[in-house]
């Protein structure tokens, strides 16, 4: 276990705590944290792209014109993919694009994307999140106090109070709030900075273990 401060709200450290090594204290597998972030995009994509073949044009089947004595280069329909109005040619169609992630390939990549942002001094403990009220301004204050100002991932526990705070900071463009629950490998290696809430690094070291 590795001890690390725990601050509140104002940016001041008020006690330390015990986070677990087997979850932020770890080698980074690059590979692993590569192919999750690779799956998660790949998931995103709808896949319903779509394009019209010979079968669903609209127009007719028939010859344009003679085969030979026109001068004019062999056709034989006004729906082929040279014609204006014809078929599109090798278009893309309805697929899935999900990627298969083994599961112990995905806690690697969790374990090793939180190592890494506990390593490189990118990740900070705060108290809580509790917001007595919905306040944009008090969200922004919280951001300027640790000098948060690039891309700041904020994590909770799901049993915690962090309504008014989840409401607050939706307003700031470099700011976002999810619980231990929705965590996943591509926020945390696009964000800058994580900022866990004390019960949320505890949870994650055993969710994630």
Known sequence: MSQVDVFNQEAKAVKSLEISDEVFGIEPNQQAI??????YLAGRRQGTHNTLTRAYVSGTGKKPFRQKGTG???QGSTRATQWRGGA???????????VKLNRKVRRLAMRSALSEKAQSAAMTVIENLGFEE??????????EAFGFDRKTLF????????????????????????????????DIVNA???V??????????????
Do not use: C
């Open 155 to 186: 994590v909770a526990d799901i049993a915690e109070d962090f309504d008014n705070a989840y409401l607050s900071l939706r307003n700031i463009p470099n700011a976002y709030l999810v619980t231990v629950e929705e965590l996943n490998v591509y």
């Open 134 to 143: 919905i306040k944009t301004k008090r969200a922004a204050q919280l951001m």
């Open 88 to 98: 599109i040619a090798f278009g893309p169609h309805p697929r899935k694009y999900s």
């Open 34 to 39: 590569y192919d999750s972030v690779l799956a």
């Open 196 to 209: 866990f809430t004390e019960a949320a690094a505890v949870k994650a070291g055993e969710v994630f273990a």
């Open 72 to 74: 004019r280069a062999r």
């Open 192 to 194: 800058d900075k994580i």
